[in-house]
């Protein structure tokens, strides 16, 4: 009997070890010197330098309409073209059966189910990969969607941030944007809460840190930004927002 209750304490104390050593560790919390960082992004360039100047490789954008992104396949690594989108955090993949074809524009129709209802989207964009945009959409639930869509190099990551803006007249609502930190350009969509009022905003980003739309209006650090200036009203506007692709 001592043997048998000798071999199932050591049993017991390796499963203990065990389940201990599983465990993850919680995640510091972000700080100046440990900012927030997109553990679900990719942090190079997915697309491929044979696509650059092409129709075909990858596309990211931003929407309002509540809020999300989208992030387009168009063959980059091989014939295969889709798209997911995610929308107030529900994710739904979209295809297409339009083929590509070299030296052609794209336009084609994707579509797919969220929340058990149909959606469509039509993607277009040029021959040398220029004007990328939605040029007609169908979210059941999600009124007057708004999108911007830049095409990604090889040489040039692009990011979606998702966020919000607060003004001091009470006013509220999302405010998200697209950047690239080696263009040093961004650009995005703010829209009012309760509205289908929106306001493209663009500038560029001093130093990788710094937003500008011809002046200083906030600072990014890691994967999240943040900010606050005054518009033409005399009101302040402040905002935030976290990188989600």
Partial sequence: MKQINSKLFLLFV???MAFSSCKKEKQPEPTPDNPYTCTSCVHSPEARAEYDHSSRGVYKGILVASTGTVRFDIGNNDNTISAVM????N???LSSDIEWRVNEPYIASFTGVLDGQAINITFSVQADGSDARITASS???HAYPNFTIVKETSDALIEAFEGEYSVSN???G???IIQSRTLKKWGGIAREQGTHDDDYISGTLNSNTILQDGKEIGMLKGDELSGSFIDKKGNTVTFSGKRTL
């Fill in 86 to 89: 995610t929308i107030d955090n």
């Fill in 139 to 141: 979210i059941p639930g």
């Fill in 170 to 172: 009470g006013k509220k």
């Fill in 14 to 16: 390796c499963l203990v």
């Fill in 174 to 176: 999302t405010f998200n």
């Fill in 91 to 93: 994710a739904v993949t």
